[in-house]
């Protein structure tokens, strides 16, 4: 994805351009994003927060789920599993968000998402999303990705 395409996706959002989400793909069924750490990613153990890393999975895998969409329709959270395997990383550090959508019908997706640092696996999640009629931002999306 290009830099424009980060920057209308942060406008869109402003709680993923506060983090300095940067996203990276978005077709097919999948989906990537990317993180720069600094302290303000940070738990008082100086690692990334488990919040930060949540708030990641649950993006892009609602991304994911979303690009199976022609109409790039909204996608709610209905429900999320969160399994944490390592420390996310330290600042300086830089973390991948990858969600994949593996199966779908004709109100919900089913996907799973991985956040790794370098070639370590950080943590795993799965989670059921509920496609929602087209919102105002789903016009949005449609623009920015150029669906008809």
Same mark, same amino acid.
């Given at each position: 994805m290009?830099? #424009?395409?980060? /920057?209308?996706? /942060?406008?869109?959002? %402003?709680? &993923?351009?506060?983090? !300095?989400?940067?996203?990276?793909e978005m077709?097919?069924?999948?989906?990537? &994003?990317?993180?720069? &750490? @600094?302290?303000?990613?940070?738990n @008082?153990?100086?690692?990334?927060?488990?919040?930060?890393?949540?708030?990641?999975?649950d993006?892009?895998?609602?991304? +994911?789920?979303? #690009?199976?969409s022609?109409?790039l329709?909204?996608?709610?959270?209905l429900?999320m599993?969160?399994t944490? &395997?390592? %420390? $996310?990383?330290? %600042?300086? $550090?830089?973390?991948?968000?990858?969600?994949?959508?593996?199966?779908? #019908?004709?109100?919900?997706?089913?996907?799973? $998402?991985?956040?790794?640092? !370098?070639?370590?696996?950080? +943590?795993?999640?799965?989670?059921?999303?509920?496609?929602l009629?087209?919102?105002? @931002?789903?016009?949005?999306?449609?623009?920015?990705?150029? @669906?008809?």
């Amino acid at each position: 994805m290009t830099e #424009s395409i980060t /920057q209308a996706n /942060q406008a869109l959002n %402003p709680f &993923l351009h506060e983090l !300095g989400v940067e996203f990276l793909e978005m077709e097919n069924g999948q989906a990537r &994003l990317a993180l720069d &750490l @600094s302290e303000r990613h940070m738990n @008082s153990w100086q690692i990334t927060h488990g919040g930060v890393l949540m708030t990641m999975l649950d993006v892009v895998m609602a991304m +994911a789920g979303r #690009s199976l969409s022609a109409e790039l329709k909204g996608v709610v959270t209905l429900e999320m599993k969160t399994t944490f &395997l390592q %420390p $996310g990383g330290v %600042p300086g $550090g830089r973390i991948e968000a990858r969600g994949k959508a593996f199966h779908q #019908s004709t109100t919900m997706c089913f996907c799973e $998402g991985e956040i790794w640092n !370098g070639e370590r696996l950080v +943590a795993k999640a799965m989670g059921t999303f509920k496609y929602l009629r087209r919102l105002k @931002s789903g016009e949005n999306m449609k623009k920015l990705y150029g @669906s008809d």
